[in-house]
């Protein structure tokens, strides 16, 4: 468990082998409920390396001086990305008040 928003990670390793690879990572919001997106990848065993690019969100809440995973939203692909990315793209065009 993390006891700051920084340390924070997708990073997964298992058996010495990092199974998720975190790439990147942006803060969204902070304090006790924070949400941050991440960029990862999955270790394949078939071909030994990494998979494609993945991205999730994930919302921590703060408790008894840590971080803990409350909800999380797997965007599955590059497709399902953009066109999260375009949904919103248009709605803040065209805000409907």
């Known amino acids: 468990m993390a006891e700051t928003i920084d340390e924070i990670t997708v990073n997964y390793e298992e058996g010495g082998v990092l199974l998720v690879k975190e790439i990147d990572k942006e803060i969204l ?19 030994d390396d990494y998979g494609p690019d993945r991205y999730i969100i994930r919302r921590y809440r703060k408790t008894g001086g840590v971080f803990r995973p409350q909800s999380k939203f797997r965007i599955s692909n590059a497709k399902q990305a953009r066109q999260v990315v375009d949904a919103l793209n ?5 805000p409907k008040e």
């Open 29 to 47: 919001t902070r304090g006790a409920w924070t949400t941050i997106l991440f960029r990862y990848q999955d270790f394949d065993e078939k071909i």
């Open 90 to 94: 248009r709605w803040l065009e065209d």
